[in-house]
């Protein structure tokens, strides 16, 4: 079976357009933010600077793979998807355990408070949605 032609089909299709749509805002958000306390601030908490860096950089390998909705691309999707959610929850447990080490708020920080909670919400929402596809 070709990829294109995955029995799962296209993962940004029909209800997928939004989730696909809400991971690239938030890829250009994390993405903005990120290069802004990098440039200005690096020196104040580089370790949290970075990761949020990383961060950035898996919503929009999440993005691009939920987008393609190929078979590889399913695969892609679900191992950043992963990476995501393990990322939001060690982070998020560490800003509260280790305050001094996350100064400001990063995408990941307090479970993503900053940014209304969506990054602890949104991997989940997306491996439900790439597990409803692998099953059909």
Avoid: C, N
């Avoid at 990383?54 to 078979?71: D, K, P, Q």
């Avoid at 305050?99 to 969506?118: E, N, R």
Wanted: charged fraction near 10%; hydrophobic fraction near 55%; charge should be positive.
């Amino acid at each position: 079976m070709p990829e294109d032609t995955w029995s799962g089909g296209r993962l940004g299709k029909g209800p997928g357009v939004v989730l696909v749509a809400i991971y690239g805002v938030l890829a250009l958000a994390a993405t903005g933010r990120s290069i802004m306390q990098i440039a200005l601030y690096f020196s104040r908490a580089p370790l949290a600077y970075v990761l949020s860096a990383l961060a950035a950089v898996i919503y929009i390998v999440a993005t691009v793979a939920l987008a393609r909705g190929s078979r590889t691309s399913a695969r892609v999707a679900w191992a950043a998807i992963a990476v995501e959610l393990v990322g939001v929850l060690v982070i998020g447990a560490l800003s509260y355990a280790v305050p001094s080490a996350f100064p400001d708020k990063t995408v990941w920080s307090h479970f993503g408070s900053g940014y209304g909670y969506v990054p602890l919400v949104l991997p989940v929402l997306g491996l439900w949605w790439l597990r409803r596809h692998s099953r059909a």
